[in-house]
């Protein structure tokens, strides 16, 4: 399984590898077909995961609302679903950004 699929209702799901309390939010590459993301906030009330909700908003350049917490409220390792944008645009970000860091 990749760290990116495509659903049947055209959405895109996520895999990524949270590490919280970060000193600087980025992208760290794949880590266990997921994609790994420093976030400076804590894992306590929610913080890093509405983190990781705004990270990725803003990396992808959509809204944060078109982004959703599908599962791993409370672990690391979580699933995102993505509406409303294209697998090959959100792969080719991610890929430039790791071939850039």
């Known amino acids: 399984m990749s760290y990116l699929t495509q659903r049947d209702d055209g959405t895109v799901l996520l895999a990524v590898h949270v590490q919280p309390r970060a000193s600087r939010n980025g992208l760290l590459g794949i880590h ?8 400076t906030a804590p894992p306590v009330d929610s913080k890093a995961n ?6 990725l908003a803003s990396f992808f350049k959509i809204p944060k609302k078109r982004i959703v917490l599908h599962s791993g409220q409370q672990s690391r390792r979580k699933k995102i ?19 850039a860091g």
């Not at 509405?50 to 990270?55: G, L, S, Y």
């Not at 959100?90 to 890929?95: H, K, M, S, T, V």
């Open 32 to 39: 266990d077909q997921a994609l790994k993301l420093a976030i």
């Open 50 to 55: 509405k983190a990781v909700i705004a990270f």
């Open 81 to 99: 679903v993505i509406t409303g944008a294209l697998i090959q645009e959100i792969r080719q970000r991610i890929e430039q950004a790791l071939m």
